[in-house]
């Protein structure tokens, strides 16, 4: 499975953006897909993530109300609504997919896409 990340761009502070991670070929129902980012000089952090069985979601606690991750099994795409953007969520996006399962581990995550650049100007 190969996927591919769009949707980042340069958005003011109390802004909002939409990515979507597209998968060629076929998602088991048993896997977990998970949007992270990453920060210069940070590490890779958790952002958000969905069972692609049942449509379960998780959150970053810093995330939670702010951000809505959400899938169609039709398309294959994992979408990520992100409102009231501030300027420490400028990073690059990836999704990911755990077919493990539920994790917010990124070593637990392979078919990374190349990710999204998000700028969040104050």
């Known amino acids: 499975v190969q996927l591919q990340a769009s949707g980042g761009g340069l958005v003011q502070a109390g802004g909002s953006l939409f990515l979507s991670c597209v998968a060629s070929?076929?998602?088991?129902?048993?896997?977990?897909m998970g949007w992270f980012r990453q920060a210069a000089d940070k590490e890779r952090e958790f952002v958000a993530g969905?069972?692609?069985?049942?449509?379960?979601?998780y959150y970053a606690d810093f995330a939670k109300g702010r951000f809505i991750i959400s899938r169609d099994t039709a398309k294959n795409t994992v979408t990520l609504q992100m409102n009231s953007l501030k300027s420490e969520d400028t990073a690059v996006y990836y999704c990911?997919?755990?077919?493990?399962?539920?994790?917010?581990?990124?070593?637990?995550?392979?078919?990374w896409g190349q990710g999204t650049l998000v700028t969040v100007s104050s």
């Open positions: 990911g997919r755990a077919p493990g399962g539920y994790s917010t581990r990124d070593a637990d995550f392979r078919s």
């Open positions: 070929g076929r998602i088991f129902s048993s896997s977990f």
């Open positions: 969905i069972r692609w069985g049942v449509g379960n979601r």
